[in-house]
């Protein structure tokens, strides 16, 4: 009887830059790269072709790309790749130009279009699929949920709208099956992400009904799963969305919510039409219903216009909201954008020191807010284990994933990865908290 012989699938390296909304497209891109007969590996080392899905949101984003394919370009002069695909955001913002400047790579493909890519591959692309793989080395219990793609919003520093189009919101049904998958996949964490999650439905619907999908999402997953709310414009959030939230058993007392500045001649020139009073009123109600209720957000600094006067009351909204968590970035002015062509310029020097006052006053704010759970006990997901030092990691309904801190679980090597342990703080620090395991029920 002859013996049947294994056929080695070809290896590629896909390398997914930017937002947790390209993660979502890069585990589409997986599940038709593994569809295709192609074997995903961890290391561009094992690999003989390379992608990479990447970003072209703002400057450092472009540049790390770039560094990324100049770095894949480098490999195949050496032999060491066969081929080398570019896919994603960076496409979609620069087109031809980029592809003068690249001539060694293979092929191409807009964000999205796995079709092309696949028929640039030599693959039939008849019903592409629409599920999503884990990436080699990727979380497994905890997974983004993109609900929406493009943006409506025309805030005059983001190239969002001209990269990726309009709103395009998800069916509700497809996504409550999404969902259902994933935790299927193992996942107890689902993290809802859009460019603006207030958006969703408003072309499915007539009107924005975020609502609509949280009730779908929580009917339908099961008990003790965790959903987590990320990127929530201010000017779609009203009392009756914010009280459905905080009474929720499911949705995680946690919200992203940019306000980018404070001042309102700076929110004008941001054509962001949202006045700092009401700012005021949202982040009140809700410390009102629920003072342990973390609150994130991202601020910018030196937008054209910004002066001392605008800086400082800046610093004075975040003084007095106190967020528990806070990103701030200089800006950048972004080609195509109306705020790259406006006067009140803001020179480097004055950004990067206005930055560092922001970021100094944060850390206060931070550990104040994170010293109110010293002695408490909280649930935490476990992400990663020391066995060997009986020491483990994890991160509690304060910490979404990869842009916040962790809990540091003293007497966590015997717990289970992608569990839930309840842990009892011990310290708090400005950004993590430091704590030991309890028993059930303790």
């Known amino acids: 009887m002859a013996r ?45 072709t390379a992608i990479v899905n990447t970003c072209g949101f703002i400057r450092p984003a472009t540049e790390e790309s770039i560094q990324a394919l100049l770095e894949m370009e480098r490999l195949k002069a050496l032999g060491r790749l066969d081929s080398i695909g570019v896919v994603g955001c960076l496409l979609n913002r620069y087109g031809d130009d980029l592809k003068k400047e690249l001539p060694s790579v293979d092929f191409w493909a807009r964000a999205e279009d ?170 009140k109600y809700i410390r009102e219903a629920d003072p342990d209720f973390a609150l994130r957000t991202t601020v910018m600094v030196g937008h054209p216009g910004e002066d001392e006067k605008a800086f400082d009351a800046l610093l004075a909204f975040i003084g007095d909201v106190h967020f528990d968590r806070l990103g701030a970035f200089e800006f950048s002015p972004e080609e195509g954008t109306v705020s790259a062509s406006l006067a009140g310029k803001v020179p480097a020097r004055v950004k990067k020191k206005r930055l560092g006052r922001l970021m100094s006053l944060q850390e206060e704010l931070s550990l104040e807010r994170q010293s109110r759970f010293e002695g408490k006990t909280m649930k935490v997901l476990v992400e990663s284990i020391e066995p060997g030092e009986d020491l483990a990691f994890g991160r509690s309904y304060r910490e979404a994933p990869e842009v916040d801190g962790f809990v540091e679980i003293r007497g966590g090597g015997g717990l289970v990865l992608g569990s839930f342990a309840t842990v009892r703080i011990m310290e708090a620090l400005e950004h993590d908290l430091v704590a030991e395991v309890q028993p059930d029920g303790v």
């Open 114 to 283: 796995w079709e092309t890519l696949g028929r640039l591959l030599g693959q039939s692309t008849v019903g592409c699929s629409q599920g999503r793989s884990n990436l080699p080395g990727q979380r497994k219990w905890s997974r983004y949920l993109k609900i929406a793609e493009g943006c409506e919003n025309r805030c005059s520093y983001c190239t969002i709208p001209s990269i990726r189009g309009s709103l395009r919101s998800l069916h509700p049904d497809f996504l409550a099956s999404e969902a259902q998958e994933l935790v299927g996949q193992g996942a107890r964490e689902i993290c809802l992400v859009a460019q603006d999650l207030t958006a969703w439905g408003a072309d499915l619907y007539g009107k924005p009904s975020l609502k609509v999908l949280l009730k779908e999402l929580e009917g339908t997953l099961p008990e003790g799963t965790w959903l987590r709310l990320l990127y929530l414009h201010p000017s779609g959030i009203d009392e009756e969305l914010l009280e459905w939230i905080i009474g929720s058993p499911r949705i995680l007392n946690y919200l992203d919510i940019p306000i980018q500045h404070a001042d309102p001649r700076v929110l004008e020139a941001m054509n962001r039409a949202i006045p700092p009073a009401r700012l005021r009123e949202i982040f």
């Open 4 to 48: 049947s012989r294994s056929v080695k699938r070809h290896p590629v390296f896909l390398l997914s830059l930017g937002c947790a909304k390209n993660l979502v497209d890069s585990e589409r891109l997986a599940a038709n790269l593994e569809a295709w007969g192609y074997e995903l590996v961890e290391s561009v080392e094992e690999a003989r």
